[in-house]
């Protein structure tokens, strides 16, 4: 089966600093991949996506990275507030193209 | 608004007693999907439906059902045969896979705790 992993499963950030959170997927054919935040308690919220054709996409204070040759993904988000702080999940479209497949989550704690 | 609801938030049940799940949206997706999230890990897939009266099995299916009479909803029915009920449930939707829009639109959350 698919296997999406996190490089880090916790991170703590100093309110204002950057962070990044890494993100390893095993499927080279997968061309389809989002970052999602998850607070406690509630469902996964969307973040932004990037397609296998782009190297990065950007969007409000979040960047997501995509290394196709080691099958590395990443997210930046700039400027980290604490509302920032939640469960981010990547997620894969694998080989189907059809399901996602999503990692165990880094638990992203912002220190005020 | 538009989005996906489910319900209730929380729910208790006995052993041996079958549950079921309620997931709407009314963003007219044409496919929708039901998660298993446990302490510290992933959504793993249970069912998902790509266009209404279908839907296939995902990762996890065993001790669930689903069905898919409206486009609207998709219900998940936790039974007896499941080992291991108690766990965060997701419901998901997403456009029609046919045209590329593959983000998933995730609900709150049904809590379910069997005892």
């Known amino acids: 089966g698919e296997s999406v992993g996190l490089h880090l499963p916790t991170l703590s950030v100093q309110e204002g600093d950057n962070s990044i959170i890494n993100c390893a997927y095993s499927n080279s054919a997968s061309d389809y991949f989002i970052w999602y935040k998850q607070e406690s308690g509630k469902g996964p919220q969307f973040i932004i996506d990037?397609?296998?054709?782009?190297d990065k996409r950007q969007g409000q204070r979040v960047t997501v990275l995509l290394n196709k040759t080691v099958k590395h993904l990443s997210l930046q988000i700039a400027a980290t507030q604490p509302g920032d702080s939640a469960v981010y999940f990547c997620?894969?479209?694998?080989?189907?193209?059809?399901?996602?497949?999503f990692g165990t989550g880094t638990s992203l704690t912002v220190i005020p | 608004d538009g989005g996906i609801t489910q319900s209730p938030k929380y729910l208790f049940r006995k052993e041996g007693q079958n549950v079921t799940l309620s997931c709407e949206q009314n963003?007219?997706?044409?496919?929708m999907y039901w998660y298993r999230q446990d302490p510290g890990q992933g959504l793993r897939l249970i069912y998902y439906?790509?266009?209404?009266?279908?839907?296939q099995k995902g990762d996890i299916a065993e001790g669930y059902s689903v069905s898919r009479e409206k486009k609207e909803s998709f219900p998940l029915t936790v039974t007896s045969a499941q080992k291991n009920p108690t766990a965060f449930y997701l419901c998901?939707?997403?456009?029609?896979?046919?045209?590329?829009?593959?983000?998933?639109?995730f609900g709150p959350g049904t809590r379910l705790t069997v005892t």
């Open positions: 439906s790509q266009i209404v009266n279908d839907f």
């Open positions: 998901a939707s997403s456009g029609a896979w046919t045209v590329g829009s593959y983000e998933q639109y």
């Open positions: 990037i397609r296998s054709n782009m």
């Open positions: 963003l007219n997706h044409d496919a």
């Open positions: 997620a894969e479209n694998g080989v189907t193209g059809n399901q996602f497949y």
